[in-house]
Protein backbone atom coordinates (compact mmCIF):
# COMPACT_ATOMS: atom_id res chain seq x y z
CA UNK A 1 0.00 0.00 0.00
CA UNK A 2 2.61 2.36 0.23
CA UNK A 3 3.61 2.19 -3.52
CA UNK A 4 0.56 3.11 -4.04
CA UNK A 5 0.95 6.57 -3.50
CA UNK A 6 4.23 8.00 -3.65
CA UNK A 7 3.61 10.71 -0.66
CA UNK A 8 3.07 7.87 1.49
CA UNK A 9 6.96 7.09 0.67
CA UNK A 10 7.90 10.70 1.11
CA UNK A 11 6.27 10.55 4.48
CA UNK A 12 7.80 7.79 5.73
CA UNK A 13 11.59 9.33 4.61
CA UNK A 14 10.52 12.15 6.25
CA UNK A 15 10.24 10.65 9.43
CA UNK A 16 13.06 8.24 9.16
CA UNK A 17 15.27 11.21 8.30
CA UNK A 18 16.10 9.58 5.25
CA UNK A 19 14.59 12.42 2.44
CA UNK A 20 16.38 13.88 -0.10
CA UNK A 21 16.18 17.76 -0.52
CA UNK A 22 14.23 17.38 -3.44
CA UNK A 23 11.91 14.71 -2.07
CA UNK A 24 11.41 16.93 0.83
CA UNK A 25 10.40 19.95 -1.67
CA UNK A 26 7.85 17.91 -2.97
CA UNK A 27 6.02 16.76 0.21
CA UNK A 28 6.17 20.27 1.07
CA UNK A 29 4.82 21.70 -2.37
CA UNK A 30 1.75 18.28 -1.63
CA UNK A 31 1.38 19.46 1.61
CA UNK A 32 0.78 23.34 0.46
CA UNK A 33 -1.69 21.87 -1.64
CA UNK A 34 -4.91 21.73 0.08
CA UNK A 35 -5.72 22.40 3.67
CA UNK A 36 -6.37 18.89 4.10
CA UNK A 37 -3.74 17.75 3.06
CA UNK A 38 -1.77 20.07 5.89
CA UNK A 39 -4.14 18.39 8.72
CA UNK A 40 -2.96 14.82 6.89
CA UNK A 41 1.01 15.95 7.50
CA UNK A 42 0.38 17.37 10.70
CA UNK A 43 -1.86 14.11 11.98
CA UNK A 44 1.05 12.05 10.63
CA UNK A 45 3.94 13.72 12.26
CA UNK A 46 2.58 14.13 15.61
CA UNK A 47 4.59 12.86 18.32
CA UNK A 48 1.72 11.95 20.45
CA UNK A 49 0.16 10.17 17.98
CA UNK A 50 3.50 8.85 17.11
CA UNK A 51 3.51 7.46 20.65
CA UNK A 52 -0.18 6.40 20.81
CA UNK A 53 0.19 4.07 17.49
CA UNK A 54 3.53 2.34 18.49
CA UNK A 55 2.37 1.61 21.98
CA UNK A 56 -0.54 -0.18 20.95
CA UNK A 57 1.81 -2.36 18.71
CA UNK A 58 4.12 -3.20 21.43
CA UNK A 59 2.92 -2.33 24.83
CA UNK A 60 5.68 -4.21 27.08
CA UNK A 61 9.00 -2.39 24.99
CA UNK A 62 6.78 1.09 25.77
CA UNK A 63 9.54 2.99 27.66
CA UNK A 64 12.31 2.06 24.56
CA UNK A 65 10.12 3.27 22.13
CA UNK A 66 9.09 6.28 23.87
CA UNK A 67 12.33 7.30 23.71
CA UNK A 68 13.16 5.94 20.05
CA UNK A 69 9.96 7.71 19.20
CA UNK A 70 11.59 10.55 20.83
CA UNK A 71 15.20 10.71 19.73
CA UNK A 72 13.70 10.34 16.07
CA UNK A 73 11.16 13.22 15.85
CA UNK A 74 13.61 15.47 17.88
CA UNK A 75 16.82 14.75 16.48
CA UNK A 76 15.41 13.73 12.78
CA UNK A 77 12.52 15.44 12.27
CA UNK A 78 13.23 18.92 13.52
CA UNK A 79 16.83 18.88 13.58
CA UNK A 80 16.83 20.38 17.15
CA UNK A 81 20.10 20.03 19.16
CA UNK A 82 19.28 20.35 22.79
CA UNK A 83 22.01 21.51 25.22
CA UNK A 84 21.40 18.82 27.81
CA UNK A 85 19.04 15.87 26.00
CA UNK A 86 16.35 13.67 28.03
CA UNK A 87 17.61 10.63 26.29
CA UNK A 88 20.60 9.80 24.87
CA UNK A 89 20.67 9.18 21.17
CA UNK A 90 18.22 5.61 19.42
CA UNK A 91 17.68 4.32 16.46
CA UNK A 92 14.77 2.82 15.06
CA UNK A 93 14.60 -0.84 15.20
CA UNK A 94 12.79 -3.08 12.42
CA UNK A 95 9.34 -3.14 14.34
CA UNK A 96 9.33 0.42 15.10
CA UNK A 97 9.56 1.27 11.24
CA UNK A 98 7.02 -1.11 10.75
CA UNK A 99 4.23 0.29 12.73
CA UNK A 100 4.90 3.77 11.11
CA UNK A 101 4.85 2.33 7.58
CA UNK A 102 1.82 0.86 8.12
CA UNK A 103 -0.04 3.88 9.83
CA UNK A 104 0.64 5.74 6.97
CA UNK A 105 -0.18 3.20 4.41
CA UNK A 106 -3.77 3.03 6.09
CA UNK A 107 -4.19 6.73 6.02
CA UNK A 108 -3.55 6.74 2.01
CA UNK A 109 -5.16 3.27 1.32
CA UNK A 110 -8.50 4.23 3.56
CA UNK A 111 -8.71 8.12 2.45
CA UNK A 112 -8.39 9.07 6.72
CA UNK A 113 -8.96 12.72 6.80
CA UNK A 114 -8.28 14.01 10.05
CA UNK A 115 -10.70 17.25 9.18
CA UNK A 116 -14.17 15.59 10.74
CA UNK A 117 -11.87 14.90 13.91
CA UNK A 118 -10.24 18.23 14.12
CA UNK A 119 -11.95 21.32 15.99
CA UNK A 120 -11.53 24.40 13.76
CA UNK A 121 -9.18 25.52 16.37
CA UNK A 122 -6.79 23.16 15.52
CA UNK A 123 -6.91 23.42 11.77
CA UNK A 124 -5.68 26.86 12.46
CA UNK A 125 -2.77 25.76 14.14
CA UNK A 126 -1.06 24.12 11.03
CA UNK A 127 0.95 26.94 9.70
CA UNK A 128 3.52 25.95 7.77
CA UNK A 129 6.70 27.29 7.48
CA UNK A 130 7.44 29.61 4.08
CA UNK A 131 7.69 27.81 1.14
CA UNK A 132 8.63 30.64 -1.08
CA UNK A 133 9.35 34.81 -1.14
CA UNK A 134 6.55 37.34 -0.97
CA UNK A 135 9.15 39.77 -1.98
CA UNK A 136 8.40 42.64 -4.24
CA UNK A 137 10.10 45.62 -5.97
CA UNK A 138 8.33 49.15 -5.75
CA UNK A 139 9.47 51.16 -8.95
CA UNK A 140 10.65 55.02 -8.74
CA UNK A 141 7.19 55.55 -10.81
CA UNK A 142 5.46 53.60 -7.67
CA UNK A 143 4.69 50.42 -9.68
CA UNK A 144 5.01 47.07 -7.91
CA UNK A 145 6.80 43.92 -9.26
CA UNK A 146 5.71 40.81 -7.45
CA UNK A 147 9.14 38.72 -7.27
CA UNK A 148 7.05 35.52 -7.66
CA UNK A 149 4.78 36.67 -10.67
CA UNK A 150 8.00 37.27 -12.58
CA UNK A 151 8.38 34.27 -15.24
CA UNK A 152 12.19 32.78 -15.28
CA UNK A 153 13.94 34.98 -18.07
CA UNK A 154 11.57 37.75 -17.75
CA UNK A 155 13.67 41.12 -18.03
CA UNK A 156 11.82 44.68 -17.16
CA UNK A 157 13.86 47.65 -18.49
CA UNK A 158 13.91 51.06 -16.44
CA UNK A 159 16.51 53.52 -16.32
CA UNK A 160 19.02 51.72 -18.29
CA UNK A 161 19.15 48.77 -16.55
CA UNK A 162 17.34 45.19 -16.63
CA UNK A 163 15.57 43.39 -14.11
CA UNK A 164 16.40 39.52 -14.78
CA UNK A 165 14.78 36.52 -12.59
CA UNK A 166 17.40 33.84 -12.86
CA UNK A 167 15.96 29.94 -13.00
CA UNK A 168 16.89 29.67 -9.30
CA UNK A 169 14.51 32.72 -8.38
CA UNK A 170 17.14 35.30 -7.36
CA UNK A 171 16.97 38.70 -8.67
CA UNK A 172 19.90 40.47 -11.15
CA UNK A 173 20.02 44.31 -11.73
CA UNK A 174 22.24 44.39 -14.52
CA UNK A 175 23.35 47.42 -17.01
CA UNK A 176 21.98 47.78 -20.63
CA UNK A 177 24.58 48.00 -23.44
CA UNK A 178 24.55 51.91 -22.50
CA UNK A 179 25.69 52.75 -18.93
CA UNK A 180 25.38 56.84 -20.38
CA UNK A 181 20.98 56.37 -19.92
CA UNK A 182 21.77 54.53 -16.82
CA UNK A 183 19.31 56.59 -13.62
CA UNK A 184 19.82 56.83 -9.76
CA UNK A 185 16.16 56.71 -9.77
CA UNK A 186 15.16 54.55 -6.55
CA UNK A 187 13.61 51.46 -6.66
CA UNK A 188 12.61 49.47 -2.87
CA UNK A 189 12.52 45.62 -2.29
CA UNK A 190 10.57 44.74 0.71
CA UNK A 191 9.91 41.07 2.10
CA UNK A 192 7.07 40.89 4.40
CA UNK A 193 6.45 38.59 7.46
CA UNK A 194 6.07 34.86 6.42
CA UNK A 195 8.91 35.12 3.41
CA UNK A 196 11.95 33.15 3.00
CA UNK A 197 14.74 35.97 2.29
CA UNK A 198 14.98 37.83 -1.11
CA UNK A 199 18.78 36.92 -2.93
CA UNK A 200 19.50 39.89 -5.24
CA UNK A 201 21.85 41.55 -6.71
CA UNK A 202 22.58 45.60 -7.36
CA UNK A 203 23.80 46.86 -10.54
CA UNK A 204 27.21 47.13 -9.17
CA UNK A 205 27.74 43.54 -8.70
CA UNK A 206 26.89 43.67 -4.65
CA UNK A 207 24.91 40.59 -3.58
CA UNK A 208 22.45 41.39 -1.15
CA UNK A 209 20.40 39.00 1.04
CA UNK A 210 17.25 40.28 2.27
CA UNK A 211 15.70 38.74 5.44
CA UNK A 212 11.85 38.69 5.81
CA UNK A 213 10.15 41.71 7.74
CA UNK A 214 12.88 43.73 5.84
CA UNK A 215 12.81 46.50 3.37
CA UNK A 216 15.94 48.28 1.55
CA UNK A 217 16.33 51.58 -0.59
CA UNK A 218 18.78 51.54 -3.06
CA UNK A 219 19.64 53.37 -6.68
CA UNK A 220 18.75 51.69 -10.04
CA UNK A 221 22.30 52.67 -10.73
CA UNK A 222 24.93 54.46 -9.03
CA UNK A 223 25.80 56.86 -11.24
CA UNK A 224 27.99 59.31 -8.60
CA UNK A 225 31.38 58.95 -6.50
CA UNK A 226 29.26 56.54 -3.48
CA UNK A 227 27.35 53.83 -3.41
CA UNK A 228 24.45 54.27 -1.04
CA UNK A 229 21.31 52.25 0.29
CA UNK A 230 19.02 52.46 3.41
CA UNK A 231 17.59 49.48 5.34
CA UNK A 232 15.38 48.83 7.68
CA UNK A 233 15.36 45.36 9.03
CA UNK A 234 18.06 42.24 8.28
CA UNK A 235 20.64 42.03 5.39
CA UNK A 236 23.54 39.96 4.66
CA UNK A 237 25.83 41.87 1.84
CA UNK A 238 28.55 40.66 -0.36
CA UNK A 239 30.12 43.94 -1.74
CA UNK A 240 31.81 44.36 -4.86
CA UNK A 241 34.80 45.69 -4.86
CA UNK A 242 35.37 49.47 -5.90
CA UNK A 243 37.75 51.03 -4.43
CA UNK A 244 36.64 54.56 -6.10
CA UNK A 245 32.94 54.39 -4.66
CA UNK A 246 32.86 53.52 -1.26
CA UNK A 247 29.62 51.53 -0.31
CA UNK A 248 27.44 52.69 2.73
CA UNK A 249 24.16 51.08 4.36
CA UNK A 250 22.42 53.83 6.04
CA UNK A 251 19.72 53.17 8.49
CA UNK A 252 18.83 56.75 10.88
CA UNK A 253 21.86 57.97 12.54
CA UNK A 254 23.90 54.80 11.50
CA UNK A 255 26.28 54.28 8.47
CA UNK A 256 28.22 51.20 7.97
CA UNK A 257 31.10 52.45 5.38
CA UNK A 258 33.19 49.63 2.97
CA UNK A 259 34.85 48.92 -0.08
CA UNK A 260 34.44 45.24 -0.55
CA UNK A 261 33.60 42.71 1.81
CA UNK A 262 30.81 40.48 3.29
CA UNK A 263 28.97 41.76 6.18
CA UNK A 264 25.56 41.32 8.29
CA UNK A 265 23.46 44.18 9.12
CA UNK A 266 20.49 44.05 11.65
CA UNK A 267 18.16 46.72 12.35
CA UNK A 268 15.31 45.01 13.63
CA UNK A 269 13.33 47.63 15.66
CA UNK A 270 12.11 45.07 18.12
CA UNK A 271 15.47 44.09 18.92
CA UNK A 272 17.60 45.80 21.52
CA UNK A 273 19.91 47.42 19.83
CA UNK A 274 21.31 47.15 16.49
CA UNK A 275 23.94 44.63 15.41
CA UNK A 276 26.49 44.69 12.43
CA UNK A 277 28.95 41.54 12.23
CA UNK A 278 31.31 41.65 10.05
CA UNK A 279 32.58 38.19 8.18
CA UNK A 280 35.72 39.21 5.68
CA UNK A 281 37.59 42.15 4.77
CA UNK A 282 37.00 45.91 6.95
CA UNK A 283 33.96 48.40 7.84
CA UNK A 284 33.87 51.21 9.41
CA UNK A 285 30.67 51.60 11.73
CA UNK A 286 29.27 55.21 12.05
CA UNK A 287 26.59 56.47 14.66
CA UNK A 288 26.02 59.24 16.02
CA UNK A 289 29.47 61.23 16.85
CA UNK A 290 31.11 57.74 17.46
CA UNK A 291 32.88 55.46 15.01
CA UNK A 292 34.45 51.91 15.11
CA UNK A 293 36.30 50.09 12.96
CA UNK A 294 35.66 46.30 12.25
CA UNK A 295 37.73 43.27 11.95
CA UNK A 296 36.45 39.45 10.76
CA UNK A 297 34.65 37.96 13.36
CA UNK A 298 33.16 41.34 15.30
CA UNK A 299 30.20 42.53 16.28
CA UNK A 300 29.48 46.32 16.43
CA UNK A 301 26.11 46.43 19.16
CA UNK A 302 24.56 49.85 18.59
CA UNK A 303 23.47 51.47 22.50
CA UNK A 304 20.42 53.59 23.00
CA UNK A 305 22.79 56.17 24.98
CA UNK A 306 24.60 56.43 22.00
CA UNK A 307 27.83 54.19 22.17
CA UNK A 308 29.46 51.95 20.16
CA UNK A 309 30.02 48.28 21.91
CA UNK A 310 32.27 46.01 19.72
CA UNK A 311 32.65 41.88 20.74
CA UNK A 312 35.06 39.86 19.58
CA UNK A 313 34.86 36.36 18.27
CA UNK A 314 31.50 36.29 18.45
CA UNK A 315 29.38 32.99 16.60
CA UNK A 316 29.20 33.37 13.08
CA UNK A 317 26.85 30.75 12.80
CA UNK A 318 24.30 32.15 15.16
CA UNK A 319 24.47 35.71 13.60
CA UNK A 320 23.73 33.89 10.07
CA UNK A 321 20.92 31.15 10.95
CA UNK A 322 18.93 33.41 9.30
CA UNK A 323 20.35 33.08 5.70
CA UNK A 324 20.82 29.50 6.25
CA UNK A 325 17.91 28.00 6.83
CA UNK A 326 18.09 27.17 11.13
CA UNK A 327 16.90 29.10 14.25
CA UNK A 328 19.77 28.98 16.32
CA UNK A 329 19.34 30.28 20.07
CA UNK A 330 22.62 30.69 22.53
CA UNK A 331 20.92 31.46 26.01
CA UNK A 332 18.01 33.18 24.22
CA UNK A 333 15.56 34.86 26.23
CA UNK A 334 12.10 34.13 25.06
CA UNK A 335 11.35 37.85 23.53
CA UNK A 336 13.93 36.70 21.28
CA UNK A 337 13.18 33.78 20.72
CA UNK A 338 9.29 34.70 19.82
CA UNK A 339 10.67 37.84 17.30
CA UNK A 340 12.02 35.31 14.94
CA UNK A 341 9.14 32.96 14.90
CA UNK A 342 6.80 35.75 14.70
CA UNK A 343 8.72 37.31 11.29
CA UNK A 344 9.34 33.96 10.02
CA UNK A 345 5.82 32.28 10.14
CA UNK A 346 4.20 35.59 9.97
CA UNK A 347 1.39 35.03 13.18
CA UNK A 348 1.58 37.56 16.68
CA UNK A 349 2.06 36.51 19.78
CA UNK A 350 1.39 37.93 22.98
CA UNK A 351 3.82 36.95 26.56
CA UNK A 352 1.20 36.30 29.28
CA UNK A 353 3.54 36.04 32.13
CA UNK A 354 7.14 36.27 33.06
CA UNK A 355 9.70 33.81 31.85
CA UNK A 356 12.56 33.03 32.99
CA UNK A 357 13.75 30.06 30.85
CA UNK A 358 16.69 30.69 28.41
CA UNK A 359 16.52 28.82 25.21
CA UNK A 360 19.40 26.95 23.32
CA UNK A 361 19.43 24.47 20.72
CA UNK A 362 19.24 24.55 16.81
CA UNK A 363 15.51 23.81 14.60
CA UNK A 364 15.03 23.65 11.11
CA UNK A 365 13.13 26.59 9.57
CA UNK A 366 11.15 24.45 7.35
CA UNK A 367 9.39 22.24 9.83
CA UNK A 368 5.69 23.21 10.92
CA UNK A 369 5.58 25.67 13.50
CA UNK A 370 3.77 23.64 16.00
CA UNK A 371 6.80 21.56 15.81
CA UNK A 372 9.06 24.41 16.75
CA UNK A 373 6.71 24.41 20.18
CA UNK A 374 6.63 21.56 20.96
CA UNK A 375 10.63 21.91 20.93
CA UNK A 376 10.20 25.26 22.92
CA UNK A 377 7.92 22.99 25.50
CA UNK A 378 10.44 20.26 25.93
CA UNK A 379 12.27 22.45 27.83
CA UNK A 380 9.73 22.73 30.91
CA UNK A 381 9.90 26.44 31.26
CA UNK A 382 7.37 27.48 28.90
CA UNK A 383 3.51 26.40 27.28
CA UNK A 384 2.85 28.36 24.44
CA UNK A 385 -1.04 27.72 23.06
CA UNK A 386 -1.96 28.64 19.40
CA UNK A 387 -4.88 30.82 19.00
CA UNK A 388 -5.74 31.19 15.13
CA UNK A 389 -2.93 32.89 13.83
CA UNK A 390 -2.00 34.17 17.45
CA UNK A 391 0.25 32.75 20.19
CA UNK A 392 -0.15 33.46 24.02
CA UNK A 393 2.58 32.54 25.47
CA UNK A 394 2.71 31.07 29.67
CA UNK A 395 5.31 29.92 31.85
CA UNK A 396 5.17 26.29 32.93
Known amino acids: MIKDNPYSLLLFKYLQGT ?72 YFTISVAAVLLLMIGLFFMLDISPINKIQPLVAKSAILAPVKTKAMIRLSDHSILNIDSLAVGEIVKIGGVEIVKNADGTIKYQYTSSHAEASSAMNTLSNP ?111 KNGAIQVEKDIDVDEVMAWKNGVFKFNQSDIQFVMNLISRWYNVQYEIKEPIHQHFGGTISKEVPLKKVIEMLELTGGVDIKIIGDKLEVYSK
Open 193 to 303: KGSKPIDFTLSDGTRVWLNAESEMNFPIAFVGKERKVELSGEAYFEVAHDKQKPFYVQNGQMSVVVLGTRFNVNTYIDQYQYKITLLEGAVKVNYGNEARLLQPNQQANLL
Open 19 to 90: ISDDEHELLMAWVNQSEANKLLFEELTNEESLTKTIKDYHPKNQKKIDEMVYAKISSKILGFKRVIPFYKKR
